[in-house]
């Protein structure tokens, strides 16, 4: 079974930056679409940016589009989420999650249609002056 471990994240100021990193181990990336979604209590979870495997370009939620950048890198078998501009409304549980197979689209595992199946464990993200 795929398990993702979570790394990355914590405080930062208005305009900062961060990078989080998810390592895969258990069974082969490449198989599934993975993705970064964000919680903030009482609101629903979004899915921030994902990447399949057989699309080019990663899927952005218009929230982060121009800020934020995915990136997987095979050989590593480790997926980023690199932050730029981070504003207040960044400050969130950030998740990174695998799902669907090889033909699931990006866009589908960021929206839901293709749920979820294996998840990190969540880290914090703060964006606070």
């Known amino acids: 079974q795929l398990q993702l471990v979570q790394s990355g994240g914590g405080l930062v100021q208005p305009g900062g930056s961060l990078l989080l990193s998810c390592a895969a181990s258990?069974?082969?990336?490449?198989?599934?679409?993975i993705g970064w979604f964000r919680q903030v209590p009482g609101k629903e979870r979004e899915g921030v940016s994902c990447?399949?495997?057989?699309?080019?370009?990663?899927y952005y939620a218009d929230s982060v589009k121009g800020r934020f950048t995915m990136s997987r890198d095979k050989t590593k078998k480790t997926v980023y989420l690199q932050m730029n501009s981070l504003k207040p409304e960044d400050t969130a549980r950030y998740y990174c999650?695998?799902?669907?197979?090889?033909?699931?689209?990006?866009?589908?595992?960021?929206?839901?249609?293709?749920?979820?199946?294996?998840w990190g464990q969540g880290t914090e993200v703060t964006v606070s002056s």
């Open positions: 990447i399949s495997t057989i699309g080019s370009r990663p």
């Open positions: 258990g069974d082969i990336l490449d198989y599934y679409a």
């Open positions: 999650a695998a799902g669907g197979s090889m033909v699931t689209s990006s866009q589908s595992l960021c929206d839901g249609r293709t749920p979820g199946e294996n």
